[in-house]
């Protein structure tokens, strides 16, 4: 059974950083990534990692985010820096069954496996 369990969200003042961590227990894939959900809106990519340690960033965090993992794929994380008042929400990480990594890797939809959330709010 995967279980993924996020932490390290909390409140940070804009220009402020962050880095959230999942521990992803019994997960064997390679495809993980973080999304974001702001209150009233839909969920939304942030960041992914596939097969060989490609990332793939949604535009609007371009720079400003790094998503890596340990080298024995237990562990995924976001560092968050330069944060804004608009990164603010609950970030989820998400993983994929499988060994390959198709497809869009930031549509919320492809992925089986997702944790808790945790909450980041960002203050002026």
């Known amino acids: 059974q995967v279980q993924l369990l996020e932490s390290g969200g909390g409140l940070v003042q804009s220009g402020g950083s962050l880095r959230l961590s999942c521990a992803a227990f019994?997960?064997?894939?390679?495809?993980m990534a973080w999304f974001r959900q702001a209150p009233g809106k839909e969920r939304q990519g942030v960041a992914a990692i596939d097969v060989d340690g490609t990332t793939f960033y949604a535009n609007s965090v371009k720079g400003r985010f790094t998503i890596s993992r340990d080298n024995a794929r237990t562990t995924l994380y976001l560092d968050l820096t330069s944060l804004k008042t608009e990164d603010a929400g609950v970030y989820y990480c998400?993983?994929?069954?499988?060994?390959?990594?198709?497809?869009?890797?930031?549509?919320?939809?492809?992925?089986?496996?997702w944790g808790q959330g945790t909450q980041v709010t960002v203050s002026t």
């Open positions: 998400a993983a994929r069954a499988g060994l390959f990594c198709p497809g869009d890797l930031l549509n919320p939809g492809t992925y089986g496996y």
């Open positions: 019994g997960y064997r894939g390679y495809c």
